[in-house]
């Protein structure tokens, strides 16, 4: 083994020492710190991601990842803006979870603290080096970071501004921690430093995700892929429908909440198809349907391709759609429990019994009726910038952030007491 990541993991532990015991006020002034370093090296940064796109356009990469890739200068204030608002949000260590006086007078506290060491396993989102780094430092952990080598120009110029403005708050710069190797092998060398990573946060592809949980040794927060579906009900109004589909699947296609596939009840199929057909045709929207999708396509002269088993379970993240007919709220569910990947559905319906039944009996994260799928964000739930959506059910779900980077321990204080 090449011993980057443990070279870089021991650095990032030193570091998580100082900052774990850092004050509020030092780690706020980081943060901002940090916002205006971005500002005021926008065009360093702007300059090693254009190195990353002219890469990636010659690799043929598709629109929706060069979307996640491409900087601008309304990104990077974005991103500066964000760590200002991290700044606003209370801060998540210290509090006092429970305090209680045992039978034997002893008084106990049990109080949130950092986890210490967090590492970040990404793919083409040079957005997620500040954000987890914004996190991180706000919550009072240090961090390893490997991008992927689509984003690894723009990873490492970021990761350079970040730790500039850390030094110059009087923080360890290796509080932030961005391995500039692009090797595979320093990546699985990452994930066996048990001793030194308190856990593991892997953003990108279901290759990515399966790769890091089948292979790390550290405990890893799954955030999973995205094959979000919207299930038009019987009772839908699809004035509201037609313009929500739109929404969750083109506003962004290349994001982990975008509509990938849509579920219509036969028994409106004919009525809902046309309208929805044609406006999905002019979004340029490829559409992948089953026979009956297929023929009310065909009279409209809308080209639809017909649909395979793996369509249902594919997150496309491109300008692409699945659409299925289903005998009613039965077989949405069993379809969608079957083929999703625990993120983000949606049910459209008038009919609120049918609207909670999906609700409650549908396995993923967030649940939406009449409403899109867009709205799984860090951001949108009030959680200020999110380190990952996570399609577990431990140790968090969802959209998480800070409070999902604490753990707590108990302090107890004696007068001397011994046990019997």
């Known amino acids: 083994m090449s011993g980057i990541a443990r070279t870089a993991a021991e650095a990032a532990k030193r570091a998580s020492e100082v900052l774990g015991v850092a004050s509020e006020e030092v780690r706020n002034e980081a943060l901002f710190a940090m916002a205006a370093a971005l500002r005021a090296e926008r065009a360093f940064i702007l300059e090693a991601n254009e190195r990353d796109m002219n890469a990636a356009r010659e690799a043929g990469t598709k629109e929706g990842l060069l979307d996640r890739l491409m900087l601008d200068d309304a990104r990077v204030e974005a991103m500066a803006a964000s760590l200002e608002s991290l700044a606003a949000l209370g801060d998540p260590t210290g509090a006092v979870l429970e305090e209680r006086t045992l039978y034997n007078d002893l008084k106990l506290t049990r109080v949130s603290v950092p986890l210490g060491v967090v590492a970040m396993v990404y793919e083409a989102r040079p957005n997620v080096t500040v954000d987890a780094a914004g996190i991180c430092v706000k919550s009072g952990n240090a961090c390893v970071l490997r991008s992927g080598s689509l984003a690894i120009h723009s990873a490492v110029a970021l990761g350079e501004v970040l730790q500039g403005a850390l030094s110059q708050v009087g923080l360890p710069k290796d509080c932030v ?113 089953d026979e009956v999708v297929g023929e009310v396509a065909a009279k ?121």
């Open 177 to 289: 921690v961005v391995i500039d190797s692009t090797d595979r092998s320093v990546t699985d060398e990452l994930f066996l430093l048990r001793d030194l990573v308190d856990v593991l946060i892997p953003r990108g592809g279901a290759g990515l995700i399966r790769h890091c949980v089948e292979h790390s040794l550290i405990p890893v927060i799954e955030t999973g892929t995205g094959n979000c579906h919207i299930y038009i009900h019987e009772s839908a109004d699809l004035a509201k429908a037609y313009p929500i589909v739109l929404n969750a699947k083109t506003q962004r296609v290349g994001v982990c909440n975008a509509c990938e596939s849509v579920l219509v009840d036969r028994s409106i199929a004919r009525a809902c198809l046309p309208e929805l057909l044609r406006q999905l045709a002019a979004a340029k929207v490829r559409i992948h349907g």
């Open 300 to 420: 409209l002269d809308i080209p639809v391709e017909a649909a395979t088993e793996e369509d249902w379970g594919t997150e496309y993240l491109d300008y692409e759609i699945s659409i299925k007919c289903v005998e009613g709220l039965e077989e949405a569910i069993a379809h969608i429990n079957r083929f999703g990947t625990k993120h983000s559905e949606a049910i459209l319906a008038e009919d609120e019994a049918a609207a909670h039944t999906f609700a409650r009996r549908v396995d993923a994260a967030a649940v939406y009726i009449n409403a899109s799928t867009r709205f799984t964000d860090g951001g949108e739930f009030g959680l200020g910038a999110e380190i990952g959506i996570s399609t577990q059910k431990l140790h968090v779900r969802g959209p998480f952030a800070l409070e999902a980077l604490t753990t707590y321990k108990y302090i107890i204080e004696g007068e001397g007491q011994v046990r019997a």
